[in-house]
């Protein structure tokens, strides 16, 4: 199996910063693309931003030029650099990992617990 650990999550001011780490452990063969989502109450869940395994990077239009993903493939760990944080950010941020577990499996979609950022004005 596959577990997927997020930390990082929080209290900030508006304008302030966050950084958020997601790390996979377990069975793990090769990891292709990872991605943060959100979900405010009441709304579903969105794509924030996504990173391949070769590092070409999407961003949910509202948070381009704010917030930046990366990873570090050596350690199966995606990152979500949060600036400029506004209270319209306020949500739960969950992780996700397509990972293949052995050569004869493809892909498959891990999620992790979920870490609440709270933005206050």
């Known amino acids: 199996q596959v577990q997927l650990v997020e930390s990082g999550g929080g209290l900030v001011q508006a304008g302030g910063s966050l950084k958020l780490s997601c790390s996979a452990s377990?069975?793990?063969?090769?990891?292709?693309?990872m991605g943060w989502y959100r979900q405010a109450p009441g709304k579903q869940r969105e794509l924030v931003a996504a990173?391949?395994?070769?590092?070409?990077?999407n961003y949910e239009d509202s948070v381009k030029g704010r917030f930046t993903i990366s990873r570090d493939n050596g350690e199966n760990t995606v990152y979500l650099q949060m600036n400029s944080l506004k209270p319209e950010d306020t949500a739960v941020y969950s992780c996700?990992?397509?990972?293949?577990?052995?050569?004869?499996?493809?892909?498959?979609?891990?999620w992790g617990q979920g870490t609440q950022v709270t933005v206050s004005s």
């Open positions: 996700n990992a397509q990972v293949r577990s052995s050569p004869i499996r493809w892909y498959e979609d891990y």
């Open positions: 990173i391949t395994s070769g590092g070409s990077t």
């Open positions: 377990g069975r793990i063969f090769s990891i292709n693309t």
